[in-house]
């Protein structure tokens, strides 16, 4: 679930989590995102409890518990809409009273963050575009976490002339932000996801000993299959 502010300027721009209905009942982990802000309100990788419930009109109603001095109450109207194929969001509001968090009552939009399991293809492509060739990505998304992130893995095979490459990816989704545990590998044939951005996109780094696996960065656009 990601929650954010349209607006800036507040010190909390987004809340990320998880979030768990039953019936009407409701109860989720989140962290704060704010890019903007240094240093944050909190430290982002505070877990923050919220708890709340479903009324007759379809209103979610969320309150945290308190982190910081700071109260955050969250109102959402249901059901949630559906633009395109994949996002489904609501509108609300949200307010955080006392502490550094502190916000006034402000407009919000709340998403849901579909899974990303599957089985993505693409071409990758070097950075001066002398090397490229076909990349399979698989991704498994596990059930949150007690942070409220969900645990991801998966393998990565990549191919150009001459060369193929294999990986296991090892990764934490929290919201629409997903971050893969990686280290740079030496120049061995090795290969490591860096990045990933909304669309797709995967930023790739490979360490190869051998001559036609080029060593360097590559990106390429991935579609789910």
Known sequence: MNLAQPSTGNPIFQFLGALTIQGSTASGIFRINDPQSSPPCIPANQDIPFTGSIDSNNLLTLTSAS????VATL????PLSTIGSTVS????????IGGPCAVASSTIGAE???????????????SDRSVSGPTTIILTQSP??????????????FSSSGCTLSSTLTGMI????????YSLPAPSDAIAVVGLSPGMDFSIYVASSTSSCASGF????????
């Open 218 to 225: 590559y990106q390429g656009a991935f579609t789910r299959q």
């Open 144 to 157: 949150a976490n007690a942070d409220g992130q969900f645990p991801l893995s998966g393998s990565i095979t």
């Open 89 to 96: 969001s609501a509108n609300g509001t949200a307010q955080v």
């Open 75 to 78: 109102k959402i109207q249901l």
């Open 67 to 70: 982190f910081s001095g700071s």
């Open 112 to 126: 849901f963050v579909p899974p990303i399991t599957g089985t993505f293809t693409g071409t990758l492509y070097s």
């Open 174 to 181: 929290t919201g629409p932000f997903l971050k893969f545990a």
